[in-house]
């Protein structure tokens, strides 16, 4: 079973509106760690914004913010006021055995594609 | 910039050959991992150094290896290439491999296309 699911076709936003990424997943281990990155067409992947297992509260950075449902083991990324440099391919990424040192690998999802129009 | 670099930025080789990605990790940074980037597999984890020991195994081929060196930067060695094996390869490292909020920063990639 897929541990990342992003099943998105293609996104469309308009410039200045939000948007909604999402991305479930599926684990067992009650301490895990959840990312998303971002991968321009430059290539390079993009540390966005981090939410733990145990975190209280919803991770917000500057624009981007997480919407973490640990009941529905969702964890939706939230861009506001999208910008045309926010065109790019979001990958939802899952990090398990967060406090124990063992394997910390990233499981990725596929990715979803955000173009931005003007 | 991630602080993390990669050499070369492409590669192109034909099949049957062997070529050597180097990573360097971000200063103070003990963990490496690499991972693949294939459009038919996604992303995928292949290997993890933590202080120049193998920590984890992905999804990496008998034909794939990888070190780390005593200054931390990372090596990963493709052999016998074939064209299923292009794909842009990514190191990125970490400061550790617990704690809640370790995020891996990836290099820029290594492009590999195989003719």
């Known amino acids: 079973a897929q541990k990342i699911t992003q099943t998105q076709p293609g996104m469309f936003v308009q410039e200045k509106e939000a948007v909604t990424l999402d991305c479930t997943y599926d684990t067992s281990d009650p301490s895990y760690g959840l990312f998303w990155y971002k991968q321009p067409s430059s290539g390079e992947m993009i540390f966005l914004i981090y939410q733990g297992s145990y975190d209280q509260q919803n991770a917000t950075e500057g624009r981007y913010s997480l919407n973490f449902q640990k009941a529905r083991k969702s964890a939706n990324l939230v861009i506001s006021a999208s910008q045309l440099g926010d065109s790019a391919m979001y990958f939802c990424a899952m990090r398990e055995n967060l406090y124990t040192g063992a394997n910390s690998k990233l499981t990725f999802g596929k990715g979803i594609t955000l173009s931005v129009r003007p | 910039d991630s602080g993390v670099t990669q050499t070369p930025k492409h590669l192109i080789t034909a099949t049957g050959q062997r070529v050597t990605l180097r990573c360097s990790p971000r200063s103070g940074d003990l963990s490496v991992y690499w991972y693949q980037q294939s459009l038919d597999q996604g992303l995928q984890f292949l290997i993890q150094y933590y202080n120049g020991e193998e920590r984890a195994k992905g999804n990496i081929l008998e034909r794939f290896s990888a070190q780390q060196f005593p200054d931390l930067h990372s090596e990963l060695n493709l052999s016998s290439l074939e064209l299923g094996d292009s794909a842009l390869y990514f190191c990125?490292?970490?400061?550790?491999?617990?704690?809640?909020?370790?995020?891996?920063?990836f290099g820029p990639g290594t492009r590999l296309t195989v003719t």
């Open positions: 990125a490292s970490s400061v550790d491999t617990s704690g809640p909020s370790y995020e891996q920063y």
